[in-house]
């Protein structure tokens, strides 16, 4: 008869002894593959009315009785092979008609993954290898193992105690491809059909509470084999599995579409839908779903854990009358590190305070389950009844199938939380201007779309061309000057208090070390009084904390008024510095004060200039402050840019400026050091690039043509009008630098306008530069402020820009 009735082909079986080796390994019971229980449903078969079947049944059963090696226990794996097409022909009861080719089956040796019949699809997904433990299969060892061993106890139960338990064992496992590093996962089923035990020993006596017990805690493994002792039986038979590809598929119904949308778990609604799903699952209307994202450390729970959606330990009550967890039902099933069921909590043997408030919530029945996500602790996930025996050991066992989907919601969850709070820290913190945070948005979107296909790639380089630079300085006259001799004063009334108590003390008692000393304190004084060196001020520091102070202890004894002097000496130091600081301090408070005024009034004025056009702006505290703006079509994604809008920019940011000088000028008489402030503007036409440096988180010009800029920016603030030793920024004074005549003319425009509007006062001065380091062929106009104005907000009404830039545009013509 013709056998080529399926078209599976047989796997190699050269190493299938050592294979078997490895999957049987712990087995507590003895397996034998036999032929025998699928042979007796064929001699079955022979009476069948289908002419086909009957026909088929019997070819099999003759051939079968000529082939001796075949019957009863098979130890020689190798017998298979010498008639393929019988064994394919025995096993084609589990194999249904395949056309396309797409069937993943396998029958296999029992309670083994070795496989002794298959699919080509089967053999294709294990790589040509015959033993899933050996294929690069992903599979959780544990739960199989366990899986085994009761499914071999529950037909051990039908067999010989007539109880059966309706038992299923599926469980997911995952194939990497080689190429391309994802994964496909599987779902799987047995039919252990033909699979017979066999009793071996003396059959025990079961009764119906030890029948009871055991299901109350059926993954138990210890206590089913003392009941049973798996020597007491063996089996016989084969095990055939189909494995069905899940990957683009629900793996449980809605449950798993749920869980991978975004928020599933935050929203209320959803939520309440996943705890609908779940009591589906269950089929328990009454079951409560609560899911808790814990810490890194979990026993800051209560303080830093977060409750999503609803969740028994962090609800209100709980959190409020409980500060620790330990010795809870939670810590213990975390140190168990797998689900806990709490069949009745009001009796369990954890009363850490926990437990009665969560039965104040109607909750009697529960389990909790430790949802880990790369082996890292994430959250925890609670199924609580308000009737007993609701969930038992099997639910808890079927848990185990969800819990890793739980596990991988709860993780999308916290990354969008973290997300938040980096916005919010972005938002206060960041050095990248809300106007250019589209197009780093853009670049960060671009760099995950690549990554989905590339391996880990930098951003892309984020550059606007075709920008108009403004630059703007307010510095501190004399700045450098003016800390010396704040440093150089601190230092001689140093000195000089040192000085009396040795003088006083050497008075008292005539010793020649203390005249010394008051020597060295005298030389010391007149280097300082000469100038300040660049390491004269730790010198001195160090000479009096090293060789002064530590006489004061030897010395302090000679004289009550001595005493009083050393302690009135130490009460005058800085606090923290343990140095004198009047000076120096009133300087650094001058500057305090001067730069933090002056930033306000910048900024309140920057985010009005904003509603104008957006542009990119940027400001740097010093001794003063510095600011660069840009401004140009590149830098704004909805928006139209004109020449307009630039010239706007200037003209706001020569107010601005006016504004500045005259809060300068308000705050002197509240400073302590009286400090003077210069302004400057470089003004540049040609437009640039600018380029966002990303290991210094900043922009800067791009080019070597726009170096120059950069340069100009650099050194203008000490340029010298030409033929003379005077420096072009005075105070009281703004100074426009320029290189172009045209920049000269629009800048002249907005100068008259604005001491229209009483801005400026006195004639502006057109002066030449003399040649600075790099850069040649500057001008500048000098104009004064009128430091008096008692509005200085920087107001341009519609109707004087046009003013302003229709006078341009005459003169340009």
């Not at 069949?343 to 389990?367: A, F, H, M, P, W």
């Not at 390491?535 to 004894?557: A, H, N, R, Y």
Request: glycine letters at 4%.
């Amino acid at each position: 008869m013709d056998t080529k009735v399926r078209s599976w082909s047989s796997v190699n079986m050269d190493q299938q002894d050592n294979m078997q080796e490895i999957s049987m390994e712990n087995f507590p019971f003895k397996a034998y593959l036999n032929l025998e229980p699928i042979i007796d449903y064929w001699r079955k078969e022979l009476q069948s009315g289908n002419h086909f079947t009957s026909q088929m049944a019997k070819f099999i059963v003759e051939e079968f009785e000529k082939n001796k090696d075949l019957h009863g226990p098979i130890d020689d794996l190798s017998v298979l092979n010498n008639n393929p097409e019988l064994i394919s022909a025995i096993l084609s009861v589990h194999y249904p008609p395949d056309p396309c080719g797409n069937e993943i089956i396998s029958t296999n040796i029992p309670f083994s993954f070795v496989s002794i019949h298959s699919t080509n699809k089967f053999k294709e997904m294990i790589s040509q290898k015959n033993d899933l433990s050996q294929s690069g299969l992903k599979v959780d060892a544990n739960n199989a193992f366990i899986g085994k061993i009761l499914n071999a106890y529950s037909l051990i139960l039908k067999e010989f105690y007539g109880v059966e338990i309706n038992f299923d064992f599926p469980f997911l496992f995952a194939i990497e491809n080689g190429e391309t590093g994802l994964h496909s996962y599987y779902k799987t089923s047995f039919n252990s059909k033909f699979l017979k035990p066999k009793l071996v020993g003396k059959l025990v006596e079961l009764k119906k509470e030890d029948l009871n017990k055991l299901m109350r805690d059926i993954t138990n493994i210890e206590k089913w084999m003392s009941v049973l002792p798996p020597e007491n039986f063996e089996f016989h038979g084969t095990v055939t599995w189909t494995a069905i590809d899940v990957t683009e598929q629900e793996v449980i119904s809605q449950l798993k579409h749920d869980l991978l949308e975004k928020e599933s778990i935050i929203s209320s609604d959803r939520f309440g839908k996943l705890q609908q799903r779940i009591r589906a699952l269950y089929k328990l209307p009454e079951l409560q779903l609560g899911l808790a994202a814990i810490p890194s450390d979990w026993n800051q729970i209560f303080e830093y854990g977060k409750k999503i959606g609803n969740s028994f330990i962090l609800n209100e009550t709980c959190s409020l009358n409980c500060s620790s967890f330990n010795n809870s039902i939670y810590h213990k099933a975390i140190e168990m590190k797998k689900p806990l069921l709490v069949e009745d909590l009001k009796t369990c043997e954890y009363q850490s305070g926990v437990e009665s408030e969560i039965l104040k919530l109607g909750i009697r029945n529960l389990i909790i389950a430790p949802l880990y996500y790369e082996e890292e602790l994430i959250g925890m996930l609670e199924l609580g009844s308000p009737n007993l025996n609701d969930l038992n050991s099997m639910n808890a066992l079927k848990m185990r199938e969800i819990l890793s989907l739980f596990a991988i919601a709860v993780k999308r969850s916290l990354e969008e939380f973290e997300n938040k709070i980096q916005a919010i820290i972005k938002e206060e913190c960041t050095a990248i201007h809300p106007s250019v945070e589209w197009r780093f948005r853009k670049a960060a979107f671009n760099l995950l779309d690549k990554r989905e296909t590339e391996s880990a790639l930098e951003m892309e380089p984020i550059v606007f061309d075709d920008v108009y630079p403004l630059y703007g300085l307010t510095d501190i006259r004399n700045s450098s000057i003016s800390r010396n001799d704040a440093i150089q004063s601190d230092l001689l009334e140093h000195l000089k208090m040192n000085r009396e108590i040795i003088a006083a003390a050497s008075k008292l008692k005539q010793l020649p070390i203390l005249d010394e000393l008051v020597y060295r304190i005298d030389k010391k004084t007149r280097r300082i009084k000469e100038g300040l060196g660049s390491g004269d001020e730790v010198s001195i520091l160090d000479f009096v904390k090293f060789e002064v102070e530590p006489v004061f202890d030897q010395i302090k004894g000679f004289d009550f008024e001595l005493s009083e002097m050393i302690d009135k000496y130490h009460s005058s130091l800085d606090t923290d510095l343990q140095v004198l600081y009047r000076k120096r301090k009133d300087f650094e408070e001058s500057v305090a004060m001067i730069n933090e005024t002056l930033t306000n009034f910048l900024e309140q004025a920057e985010d009005k200039s904003q509603r104008m056009f957006p542009h990119y702006f940027e400001k740097y505290k010093t001794d003063g402050i510095e600011h660069s703006i840009y401004i140009g079509q590149s830098l704004v994604s909805d928006k139209k840019f004109d020449m307009m809008y630039l010239k706007n920019l200037r003209l706001w940011q020569l107010i601005t400026v006016c504004g500045i000088a005259n809060e300068a000028e308000r705050i002197k008489p509240k400073l302590p050091i009286p400090l003077e402030v210069t302004h400057l503007i470089l003004v540049q036409n040609t437009p640039l690039s600018i380029r966002f440096r990303m290991d210094e988180k900043k922009f800067d010009v791009d080019g070597t043509y726009n170096i120059r800029y950069e340069i100009m920016k650099k050194r203008i603030d000490k340029a010298i009008i030409m033929g003379s030793s005077e420096r072009l920024t005075q105070p009281g004074k703004i100074a426009i630098v320029y290189s172009q005549n045209k920049e000269r003319d629009e800048y002249l425009s907005y100068i008259e306008y604005l001491k229209m509007r009483g801005y400026l006062i006195n004639d502006a001065e057109d002066l030449e530069l003399e040649s600075l380091q790099g850069v040649s062929g500057l001008r500048a106009i000098r104009v004064e402020v009128n430091r008096n104005l008692n509005d200085v907000t920087p107001k341009i009404e519609k109707e004087d820009i046009k003013k302003v830039v229709g006078q341009l545009e005459t003169q340009n013509n």
